[in-house]
C-alpha cells in the first residue's frame, strides 16, 4: 500500500515523458549546421550549380540524417539532373521521416511520371487530394504532370527491366 502513490506517479511521469517524444515531429531538432548546409545546397540549385548542391546537400545528411528537408532538396537536384529513379528514392526517404510532407508526395509523383509510372504517380494525387484542403499547388502541379505524361505509352516494371542477351563473344 505505501508503494501504491509512488508507482502512481511514476508511471504518469513515464507516459507524460513518452508521449512528449512520441507526438515530436521527425525533422523537430535538425541539427542547425545542417540546415545551414541545406540553404546553401538550395542557394547553389537555384544559380545552377546542381553538383555543387548536389555535394553540399548530401554533408547536410552526413551532419544531420533525419534532415527531411535536405532529401526533398537532393531530390529536386537529382530531378533537374534528369535522374527520376534517384529522386523517387530521395522522396521515399523523406517520406520515411514524415509521411504527410505535402513536397515530397508531389515531387515524388513527378518523378514517378517522368520515370513512366503514371499509375503510382495517380496514388500519390490521391493521397494529396486527402490532405489538401482545395487544390494545393503541388496538386495542381502533380495532376499537370500527369495529365502530360499520360500522353505517352506508360511502362510497367516488366518494360522497363533489361532483358539479358546473347554475349557477342563465342566459346572457343
Excluded: W
Excluded at 548536389?54 to 534532415?67: K, T
Excluded at 532538396?73 to 535522374?83: D, I, P
Amino acid at each position: 500500500m505505501r508503494l501504491t502513490p509512488p508507482a502512481l506517479a511514476l508511471a504518469t511521469l513515464l507516459a507524460a515523458v513518452s508521449s512528449v517524444s512520441h507526438g515530436e515531429r521527425p525533422t523537430a531538432g535538425v541539427d542547425p549546421r545542417s540546415a545551414a548546409l541545406v540553404m546553401e545546397g538550395n542557394a547553389d540549385a537555384a544559380a545552377g550549380r546542381l553538383e555543387a548542391a548536389n555535394d553540399v546537400l548530401e554533408s547536410a545528411l552526413a551532419v544531420d540524417p533525419r534532415n527531411r528537408m535536405a532529401f526533398v532538396s537532393l531530390a529536386k537536384v537529382a530531378t533537374r539532373q534528369g535522374l527520376p529513379g534517384k529522386a523517387i528514392r530521395l522522396y521515399r526517404e523523406a517520406l520515411s521521416l514524415e509521411p504527410n510532407d505535402i513536397a515530397a508526395i508531389a515531387g515524388q509523383g513527378e518523378a514517378m511520371v517522368a520515370k513512366g509510372a503514371v499509375t503510382k504517380a495517380r496514388e500519390n494525387l490521391a493521397k494529396l487530394k486527402g490532405l489538401c484542403i482545395g487544390n494545393c499547388p503541388e496538386q495542381v502541379a502533380l495532376a499537370a504532370a500527369i495529365e502530360h505524361g499520360s500522353a505517352g505509352p506508360e511502362l510497367s516494371a516488366q518494360a522497363v527491366t533489361p532483358h539479358p542477351t546473347a554475349s557477342p563473344i563465342k566459346p572457343q
